[in-house]
């Protein structure tokens, strides 16, 4: 399997190309916009409501500086974590406390969208009233034990009526993306929950206890590719990213490997389609190609919006933020204006049908109570 070190998380001429072609239809008008905001002498807040250590803190620590960097008046970016509660406590006081000046910024994860997509009513927030100005994707694959004798996603049907474990942090989750995926598979998997992380998911895939593991990009390749290349474990399918008409595509990370939707058609003979897909597909989405999103308040103004969206664009370019971007971000493109704004309406966007679907799967099977 051949994996490529620099890569893009999207079609080339959609993502890579949208940042530096929209600041260059945007430079003039932008720029007038963006003139009438100053920070000089202030503090902005970057809220992750998440603890500190984890992927969304690395994520804002390694945006923070470049920020301060390239937003007017070069503002000094703080971190705040709120943890709680999956991200929705810290995520309910945004919505609830943070003015709409631009000095406090909210970052989001799957773990943010996923209990709004599912009605959670805990959730006092609304990505309808919030302006976006950067999405940060990632990507990921799902493997298998090589003791079960499967050699590529092609041989999944040989599995049927044998007992698949998966260590899982949790029905909602990011894990729901691989309980929801297996099942179109065709799969009968025992989802163990509890795993405090995906890095404990796949401890228990190296001791013997799960059969059935997947990982985020930068962790596959860091800590599961040796497992593969020991001949411990066979990768099946890449979770796949999406192009700008919002299709399935596979990830150029893992050229190799067959998107989600392909892995379905090939263990099922079947092309994914139907509500039980396009519910799967709403939270493959706002758990991958749009993991993460910057976002400001509501009642936010252009000024101060085009502010942050003309600071991206010049981080995003700039030669150290580059350099840095492998380790911290996996190397994926972050993206912003129209490119941002796509992702962050796909993320956050679910029909009723579906989600009530994904509710009665998960209360029924799950003991998931809403």
Known sequence: MTIHTTRRTFASTYFFLSASLAATALCLPAASMAQNVNFAGKTVELVIPFGVGGGSDVWARFN??????????????????????????????FASNAKPDGLTVLGTSASTQFPYLLGDPRVRYDYKDWQVVMA?????????????????????????????VFGSQGATSLDLVPLLGFRLLGL?????????????????????????????????????????????????????????????IRDPAFPDLPHIAEAIQMATGKTPSGGEWEAFKAFLIAGFPAQKLLVLPKGTSKEVVEAYREAVRKMIQDPAYQAGKEEALGGYEQVTDKAGDALFREATSITPHARDWVRYHLGKNYNVAF
């Open 188 to 248: 009968e998997v025992q989802h163990v929950f509890g795993m405090k992380s995906r890095g404990e998911g796949r401890l228990a895939f190296e001791r013997g206890e799960a059969n059935l593991d997947h990982q985020t990009s930068s962790a596959y390749i860091k800590s599961s590719l040796p497992l593969v290349k020991e001949g411990k474990a066979v990768p099946l399918f890449s979770w796949g990213v999406t192009d700008d008409n919002g299709n399935i």
């Open 64 to 93: 923070a500086p470049f920020l301060s960097k390239y937003l007017p008046g070069n503002p000094n970016v703080v971190v705040k974590n709120v943890p709680g509660g999956g991200s929705i406590t810290g995520s309910n006081q």
């Open 136 to 164: 940060a994707p990632t990507g990921g694959v799902a493997y298998i034990s090589s003791k079960l004798g499967v050699k590529s996603v092609k041989d999944l049907g040989k599995l049927k009526g044998q007992k698949l």
